[in-house]
Protein backbone atom coordinates (compact mmCIF):
# COMPACT_ATOMS: atom_id res chain seq x y z
CA UNK A 1 0.00 0.00 0.00
CA UNK A 2 3.18 2.44 0.48
CA UNK A 3 3.54 3.19 -3.12
CA UNK A 4 -0.48 4.17 -3.72
CA UNK A 5 -0.54 6.49 -0.09
CA UNK A 6 2.95 8.33 -1.92
CA UNK A 7 0.83 8.27 -5.23
CA UNK A 8 -2.15 9.96 -3.69
CA UNK A 9 0.09 12.52 -1.74
CA UNK A 10 1.71 13.50 -4.79
CA UNK A 11 4.95 12.36 -3.71
CA UNK A 12 7.01 11.54 -7.23
CA UNK A 13 10.90 11.93 -5.92
CA UNK A 14 12.29 8.64 -5.78
CA UNK A 15 14.52 9.23 -2.64
CA UNK A 16 11.72 11.32 -0.79
CA UNK A 17 9.29 8.45 -1.68
CA UNK A 18 12.08 5.87 0.00
CA UNK A 19 12.41 8.17 2.89
CA UNK A 20 8.67 8.14 3.47
CA UNK A 21 8.53 4.49 2.96
CA UNK A 22 11.58 4.20 5.66
CA UNK A 23 9.09 6.03 7.94
CA UNK A 24 6.34 3.88 7.27
CA UNK A 25 8.49 0.88 8.53
CA UNK A 26 9.47 2.32 11.60
CA UNK A 27 5.76 3.40 12.61
CA UNK A 28 4.52 -0.01 11.53
CA UNK A 29 7.24 -1.87 13.80
CA UNK A 30 7.30 0.26 16.56
CA UNK A 31 3.54 1.69 17.06
CA UNK A 32 0.91 -1.16 15.94
CA UNK A 33 -1.64 0.39 18.25
CA UNK A 34 -1.40 4.18 16.16
CA UNK A 35 -0.28 2.56 12.93
CA UNK A 36 -3.73 0.39 12.89
CA UNK A 37 -5.75 3.36 13.83
CA UNK A 38 -3.69 5.19 10.65
CA UNK A 39 -4.63 2.68 8.39
CA UNK A 40 -8.33 4.69 8.80
CA UNK A 41 -7.04 7.81 7.63
CA UNK A 42 -7.51 9.08 3.31
CA UNK A 43 -3.95 7.97 1.62
CA UNK A 44 -3.13 11.02 0.80
CA UNK A 45 -2.27 11.92 4.71
CA UNK A 46 -0.82 8.63 5.94
CA UNK A 47 2.51 10.00 4.62
CA UNK A 48 2.82 12.43 6.75
CA UNK A 49 1.79 10.97 9.44
CA UNK A 50 4.35 8.52 9.39
CA UNK A 51 6.94 10.64 8.48
CA UNK A 52 5.75 12.40 11.92
CA UNK A 53 6.20 9.08 14.14
CA UNK A 54 8.85 7.74 11.90
CA UNK A 55 11.16 10.67 13.08
CA UNK A 56 9.72 10.45 16.85
CA UNK A 57 10.64 6.75 16.73
CA UNK A 58 14.08 7.24 15.46
CA UNK A 59 15.20 10.11 18.20
CA UNK A 60 13.23 7.33 20.66
CA UNK A 61 15.34 4.75 20.01
CA UNK A 62 18.69 7.02 20.27
CA UNK A 63 17.53 7.52 23.39
CA UNK A 64 16.51 4.03 24.98
CA UNK A 65 17.36 1.25 22.68
CA UNK A 66 19.88 -0.81 24.71
CA UNK A 67 21.08 -2.97 21.71
CA UNK A 68 23.54 0.01 20.55
CA UNK A 69 25.39 -0.14 24.18
CA UNK A 70 25.93 3.27 23.64
CA UNK A 71 27.05 5.34 26.87
CA UNK A 72 25.32 8.55 27.75
CA UNK A 73 27.69 10.61 26.11
CA UNK A 74 27.33 8.90 22.97
CA UNK A 75 23.44 9.13 23.03
CA UNK A 76 23.94 13.12 23.59
CA UNK A 77 26.33 13.08 20.93
CA UNK A 78 24.01 11.11 18.04
CA UNK A 79 20.82 13.48 19.64
CA UNK A 80 23.21 16.71 18.57
CA UNK A 81 23.65 15.33 15.19
CA UNK A 82 20.42 14.59 14.58
CA UNK A 83 19.40 17.93 15.80
CA UNK A 84 21.50 19.65 13.33
CA UNK A 85 20.39 17.58 10.43
CA UNK A 86 16.94 18.65 11.49
CA UNK A 87 17.49 21.89 11.39
CA UNK A 88 19.04 22.13 8.12
CA UNK A 89 16.19 19.86 6.82
CA UNK A 90 13.65 22.27 8.28
CA UNK A 91 15.57 25.35 6.50
CA UNK A 92 16.81 23.90 3.65
CA UNK A 93 14.26 20.65 2.78
CA UNK A 94 16.53 17.99 2.27
CA UNK A 95 18.59 16.21 5.43
CA UNK A 96 21.08 13.01 5.20
CA UNK A 97 18.84 11.05 7.35
CA UNK A 98 15.61 9.82 5.78
CA UNK A 99 13.38 10.35 8.37
CA UNK A 100 14.43 13.79 8.42
CA UNK A 101 14.00 14.16 4.49
CA UNK A 102 10.26 12.74 5.11
CA UNK A 103 9.61 14.99 7.94
CA UNK A 104 10.98 18.20 6.41
CA UNK A 105 8.67 17.98 3.13
CA UNK A 106 5.79 16.68 5.97
CA UNK A 107 6.18 20.14 7.78
CA UNK A 108 6.32 22.23 4.44
CA UNK A 109 3.38 20.96 3.09
CA UNK A 110 1.57 20.96 5.95
CA UNK A 111 3.21 24.85 7.30
CA UNK A 112 3.96 22.42 10.89
CA UNK A 113 5.31 25.23 13.57
CA UNK A 114 9.19 24.17 13.95
CA UNK A 115 8.79 25.24 17.58
CA UNK A 116 7.23 22.27 18.29
CA UNK A 117 10.13 19.97 16.51
CA UNK A 118 12.88 22.30 19.19
CA UNK A 119 10.58 21.52 21.72
CA UNK A 120 10.20 17.49 21.43
CA UNK A 121 14.13 17.69 20.91
CA UNK A 122 14.83 18.98 24.04
CA UNK A 123 12.18 16.72 25.86
CA UNK A 124 14.28 14.10 24.30
CA UNK A 125 17.51 15.53 25.45
CA UNK A 126 16.27 15.41 29.22
CA UNK A 127 15.86 11.77 28.76
CA UNK A 128 19.45 11.24 29.49
CA UNK A 129 19.58 12.78 32.19
CA UNK A 130 16.29 12.91 34.18
CA UNK A 131 14.90 9.57 35.85
CA UNK A 132 12.11 10.44 37.68
CA UNK A 133 9.62 13.64 38.67
CA UNK A 134 9.02 15.00 41.37
CA UNK A 135 5.20 16.45 40.83
CA UNK A 136 2.67 15.99 37.98
CA UNK A 137 3.54 19.43 37.18
CA UNK A 138 7.17 18.35 36.41
CA UNK A 139 6.04 15.48 34.22
CA UNK A 140 3.67 17.72 32.32
CA UNK A 141 6.62 20.05 31.38
CA UNK A 142 8.05 17.31 30.14
CA UNK A 143 5.37 15.70 27.85
CA UNK A 144 4.77 18.84 26.16
CA UNK A 145 8.01 18.25 24.39
CA UNK A 146 7.57 14.43 24.22
CA UNK A 147 3.94 13.81 23.46
CA UNK A 148 1.53 17.18 23.53
CA UNK A 149 3.54 18.79 20.53
CA UNK A 150 3.12 15.01 18.33
CA UNK A 151 -0.98 16.45 19.12
CA UNK A 152 0.10 19.58 17.69
CA UNK A 153 1.91 18.30 14.68
CA UNK A 154 -1.05 16.27 13.84
CA UNK A 155 -3.60 19.19 13.62
CA UNK A 156 -2.78 20.37 10.22
CA UNK A 157 -2.42 16.78 8.81
CA UNK A 158 -5.59 15.60 10.00
CA UNK A 159 -7.24 19.18 9.19
CA UNK A 160 -10.11 20.72 11.61
CA UNK A 161 -13.81 22.30 11.06
CA UNK A 162 -12.73 25.02 13.83
CA UNK A 163 -9.53 27.11 13.92
CA UNK A 164 -6.61 25.34 14.82
CA UNK A 165 -6.35 27.05 17.92
CA UNK A 166 -9.28 25.86 19.23
CA UNK A 167 -8.49 22.49 18.74
CA UNK A 168 -4.86 22.80 20.04
CA UNK A 169 -5.82 22.25 23.47
CA UNK A 170 -7.85 18.84 23.25
CA UNK A 171 -4.71 17.57 20.51
CA UNK A 172 -2.47 18.39 23.41
CA UNK A 173 -4.33 16.71 25.94
CA UNK A 174 -4.58 13.37 23.98
CA UNK A 175 -1.21 13.49 22.86
CA UNK A 176 -0.50 13.39 26.83
CA UNK A 177 -3.31 10.82 27.31
CA UNK A 178 -1.49 8.47 25.42
CA UNK A 179 1.94 8.85 26.98
CA UNK A 180 0.33 8.55 30.11
CA UNK A 181 -0.83 4.84 29.31
CA UNK A 182 1.83 4.10 27.40
CA UNK A 183 4.04 5.36 31.63
CA UNK A 184 1.41 2.96 32.85
CA UNK A 185 1.79 0.16 30.59
CA UNK A 186 5.70 0.20 30.62
CA UNK A 187 6.36 1.03 33.99
CA UNK A 188 8.55 -1.91 34.43
CA UNK A 189 10.38 -1.70 31.67
CA UNK A 190 11.19 1.78 32.14
CA UNK A 191 12.84 0.99 36.18
CA UNK A 192 14.97 -1.47 34.11
CA UNK A 193 15.85 1.86 31.85
CA UNK A 194 16.54 3.57 35.40
CA UNK A 195 13.78 6.14 34.93
CA UNK A 196 10.37 6.29 36.76
CA UNK A 197 7.89 8.44 34.85
CA UNK A 198 4.98 8.20 37.21
CA UNK A 199 5.34 11.41 39.73
CA UNK A 200 6.67 10.61 42.88
CA UNK A 201 4.60 12.97 44.93
CA UNK A 202 1.68 10.41 43.83
CA UNK A 203 3.38 7.44 44.20
CA UNK A 204 4.35 8.91 48.09
CA UNK A 205 0.65 9.48 48.69
CA UNK A 206 0.03 5.32 48.78
CA UNK A 207 3.52 4.73 50.32
CA UNK A 208 5.50 3.98 47.23
CA UNK A 209 8.99 5.03 46.58
CA UNK A 210 11.20 3.73 43.56
CA UNK A 211 12.66 1.17 45.86
CA UNK A 212 9.27 -0.59 47.07
CA UNK A 213 9.09 -0.32 43.02
CA UNK A 214 12.14 -2.14 42.28
CA UNK A 215 11.75 -4.94 44.79
CA UNK A 216 8.15 -5.85 43.49
CA UNK A 217 10.23 -5.81 40.13
CA UNK A 218 12.85 -8.07 41.15
CA UNK A 219 10.94 -10.31 43.25
CA UNK A 220 7.78 -10.66 41.14
CA UNK A 221 5.71 -9.78 44.57
CA UNK A 222 2.71 -7.54 44.57
CA UNK A 223 2.45 -5.19 47.00
CA UNK A 224 -1.21 -3.50 47.79
CA UNK A 225 0.35 0.50 48.05
CA UNK A 226 1.58 -0.33 44.60
CA UNK A 227 -1.56 -1.40 43.38
CA UNK A 228 -3.20 1.74 44.90
CA UNK A 229 -0.82 3.97 43.59
CA UNK A 230 -1.36 2.39 39.58
CA UNK A 231 -4.70 2.54 40.20
CA UNK A 232 -4.26 6.34 41.05
CA UNK A 233 -2.54 7.15 37.58
CA UNK A 234 -4.77 5.22 35.80
CA UNK A 235 -7.83 7.58 36.95
CA UNK A 236 -5.46 10.48 36.84
CA UNK A 237 -4.75 9.57 33.05
CA UNK A 238 -9.06 8.78 32.49
CA UNK A 239 -9.09 12.41 33.51
CA UNK A 240 -6.74 13.15 30.45
CA UNK A 241 -8.59 11.84 28.14
CA UNK A 242 -11.60 13.77 29.33
CA UNK A 243 -9.60 16.75 28.10
CA UNK A 244 -8.88 15.03 25.15
CA UNK A 245 -12.38 14.06 24.01
CA UNK A 246 -14.56 17.16 23.29
CA UNK A 247 -11.55 17.48 20.64
CA UNK A 248 -11.95 14.48 18.27
CA UNK A 249 -15.93 16.56 17.43
CA UNK A 250 -13.23 19.36 15.83
CA UNK A 251 -11.43 17.30 13.48
CA UNK A 252 -12.13 17.04 10.21
CA UNK A 253 -14.73 14.35 9.49
CA UNK A 254 -12.54 12.33 7.12
CA UNK A 255 -10.09 12.28 10.54
CA UNK A 256 -12.26 11.82 13.48
CA UNK A 257 -12.40 8.00 12.49
CA UNK A 258 -8.65 6.87 12.68
CA UNK A 259 -7.88 9.58 16.08
CA UNK A 260 -11.19 7.79 17.29
CA UNK A 261 -10.08 4.33 16.84
CA UNK A 262 -6.51 5.30 18.27
CA UNK A 263 -8.82 6.56 21.10
CA UNK A 264 -10.46 3.10 22.22
CA UNK A 265 -7.58 1.19 21.54
CA UNK A 266 -5.47 3.28 24.09
CA UNK A 267 -8.50 3.30 26.40
CA UNK A 268 -8.21 -0.26 25.72
CA UNK A 269 -4.72 -0.29 27.30
CA UNK A 270 -6.16 0.88 30.72
CA UNK A 271 -8.77 -1.72 30.63
CA UNK A 272 -6.41 -4.39 30.07
CA UNK A 273 -4.03 -2.91 32.96
CA UNK A 274 -6.89 -3.33 35.35
CA UNK A 275 -8.67 -6.07 34.15
CA UNK A 276 -4.52 -7.67 34.70
CA UNK A 277 -4.74 -6.57 38.32
CA UNK A 278 -2.50 -3.81 38.39
CA UNK A 279 0.56 -6.09 37.66
CA UNK A 280 2.46 -3.91 35.12
CA UNK A 281 5.76 -4.30 37.22
CA UNK A 282 5.67 -8.04 36.45
CA UNK A 283 4.34 -8.49 32.79
CA UNK A 284 2.98 -6.08 29.78
CA UNK A 285 -1.12 -5.23 29.43
CA UNK A 286 -2.18 -5.60 26.35
CA UNK A 287 -4.82 -5.66 24.21
CA UNK A 288 -6.59 -8.56 22.64
CA UNK A 289 -6.00 -9.28 18.87
CA UNK A 290 -9.91 -9.57 18.19
CA UNK A 291 -10.70 -6.04 20.23
CA UNK A 292 -8.33 -4.23 17.89
CA UNK A 293 -9.51 -6.10 15.04
CA UNK A 294 -13.34 -5.09 16.16
CA UNK A 295 -12.68 -1.24 16.92
CA UNK A 296 -10.80 -0.90 13.48
CA UNK A 297 -13.60 -2.09 11.97
CA UNK A 298 -16.06 -0.06 13.67
CA UNK A 299 -13.58 3.19 12.43
CA UNK A 300 -14.34 1.04 8.95
CA UNK A 301 -17.87 1.79 9.99
CA UNK A 302 -17.50 5.40 10.83
CA UNK A 303 -15.30 6.09 8.20
CA UNK A 304 -17.63 4.92 5.17
CA UNK A 305 -20.47 7.22 6.75
CA UNK A 306 -18.50 10.67 7.08
CA UNK A 307 -17.89 10.00 3.29
CA UNK A 308 -21.71 10.59 2.75
CA UNK A 309 -21.47 13.80 5.32
CA UNK A 310 -17.97 15.19 5.35
CA UNK A 311 -17.70 18.74 5.11
CA UNK A 312 -14.75 20.09 4.06
CA UNK A 313 -12.14 21.25 6.92
CA UNK A 314 -11.52 24.82 8.07
CA UNK A 315 -7.82 26.21 6.02
CA UNK A 316 -6.02 28.87 6.93
CA UNK A 317 -6.59 31.93 4.83
CA UNK A 318 -4.34 32.02 1.81
CA UNK A 319 -3.79 28.18 2.02
CA UNK A 320 -5.26 24.96 -0.02
CA UNK A 321 -4.51 21.92 1.69
CA UNK A 322 -3.25 19.42 -1.10
CA UNK A 323 -5.64 16.78 0.18
CA UNK A 324 -8.86 19.29 -0.72
CA UNK A 325 -10.12 16.59 -3.59
CA UNK A 326 -8.82 13.42 -2.37
CA UNK A 327 -11.00 10.62 -1.63
CA UNK A 328 -11.08 8.26 1.32
CA UNK A 329 -10.69 4.35 0.64
Known sequence: MTARELDAAGVTDPGLREAYA??????ARHGKTYFLATRLLPAARRP??????????????????????????DRAQALDALHRCLDDGLRGGGGGEPVVRALAHTAAVY???????????????????????????????????????????????????????????????????????NFLRDVGEDLDRGRVYLPADLLAAHGVDRALLRWSRDTGRPDPRITAALQAAAELTRGVY??????????????????????????????AVRDDGYAVLH???????????????????????????????????????????????
Open 22 to 27: HCRRLN
Open 48 to 73: AVHALYGFARWADDIVDDPATGHTPA
Open 242 to 271: REAHPGLALLDPVSRPCIRTAFVLYGGILD
Open 111 to 181: GIDHRHFADFMASMRSDLTVTDYPTYADLRRYMHGSAAVMGLQMLPVLGTVVPQEEAAPHAAALGIAFQLT
Open 283 to 329: RRAVVSRRRRAATALGGLARLAATRLTARPPVVRPGRVPHYAQEETP
